[in-house]
Every structure is written in C-alpha cells, then in structure tokens.
Nanobody, 125 residues
Framework: VQLQASGGGLVQAGGSLRLSCAAS????????MGWFRQSPGKEREFVAA????????YYADSVKGRFTISRDNTKNTLYLQMNRLKPEDTAIYYC???????????????????WGQGTLVTVSS
C-alpha cells in the first residue's frame, strides 16, 4: 500500500485547509484509515480515524468540532477538512492505513501498518 498525503500549507489562525491522502496498491475500501500529526520534539499523536465504510468516525478532543475526516472509496482517497485552525495545530500531518486485522486501537500508531510521507501544516497567529 502506498499513501500520498497532500494539501498542507501556510494559513492564518481561523482559516481552513483540506488535506488529501491518495492510496494505491491495496484494497482501500477495506481499511481503517487515520490522520496523525507530529510537532517538533513531540510524539506522533492521533487526530482522526474513519472506518472502512465511512460510517464511523473518531476524533481527538483537541480537534472535535473543527476537523472532519471523510473518505471516497471510489477514488481511494482520504480527506481531512480542517476549519478554525489554531497555531497549536501546526505539525506534519500523516495518513495511515490499517490493512491487517483491526484491534480497536484506532488512536494508536501501532494499529496502522502503512504511512504516507506527511504534509506540513503551519498556522500563523
């Protein structure tokens, strides 16, 4: 499975960005998918996840109500709509896929076996 994240950039606080993650080489429609982020000096942290069908979504408390995760299984693409961005949202954002048996730990990096290269989001104050 190959994942290609895109859509990052520089935005002012209060603005919006939409990240995309294009998947290839696997059966995208069967996978739990997630977004994580990592800031300098910090561990990679959970942002959002979505079930294979898109029917169930999960969010970190820090982004709930501002970010929306979605997927288009016909296009093998994962999205993250980010609204009302804050400077503390600045990070490299990574998409991950779980192509193996789902253990219920959608919030853990250990659940995911493939990762995209990351896309940088910078929010200025």
């Amino acid at each position: 499975v190959q994942l290609q994240a895109s859509g990052g950039g520089l935005v002012q606080a209060g603005g919006s960005l939409r990240l995309s993650c294009a998947a290839s080489g696997g059966t995208f429609s069967r996978y739990l998918m997630g977004w994580f982020r990592q800031s300098p000096g910090k561990e990679r942290e959970f942002v959002a996840a979505i079930s294979w069908s898109g029917g169930t979504t999960y969010y970190a408390d820090s982004v709930k109500g501002r970010f929306t995760i979605s997927r288009d299984n016909t296009k093998n693409t994962l999205y993250l709509q980010m609204n009302r961005l804050k400077p503390e949202d600045t990070a490299i954002y990574y998409c991950g896929s779980d192509s193996t048996w789902y253990n219920g730990n959608y919030y853990s990096t250990d659940e995911y076996d493939y990762w995209g290269q990351g896309t940088l989001v910078t929010v200025s104050s």
